[in-house]
């Protein structure tokens, strides 16, 4: 997958780090994890599971996408609205 990290979360000292199994991400702030974010296919397009790893709150709409790419930054803007970046 070729999703870099935003610029938006860049700003804020974010990263954006792929997994191995390129069907999770996670999102940093300096050494600590604070978000997960897990692809998974519906109704036979993608959604993106947006997890706080503090608490396991989810943020995510679950709005489907046509690809992969398209459903991780569908992801992390659903991050964006809910940091109110």
């Known amino acids: 997958m070729s999703v870099p990290t935003p610029d938006w979360l860049t700003r804020h000292g974010g990263e954006l780090r792929a997994n191995p199994d390129g069907e999770a991400y996670a999102v940093y702030f300096g ?4 978000y997960a974010l897990r692809l998974y296919p519906v109704q ?13 709150k989810h943020l995510e709409s679950g709005a489907p996408h046509p690809t992969t790419d398209e ?3 569908g992801g992390l ?3 964006r609205r809910a940091l109110g970046w």
């Open 31 to 34: 050494p600590d994890l604070e």
């Open 77 to 79: 803007e659903d991050l």
């Open 44 to 56: 036979g397009k993608y959604s993106c599971r947006v997890k706080q790893t503090i608490n396991g």
């Open 71 to 73: 459903a991780l930054r």
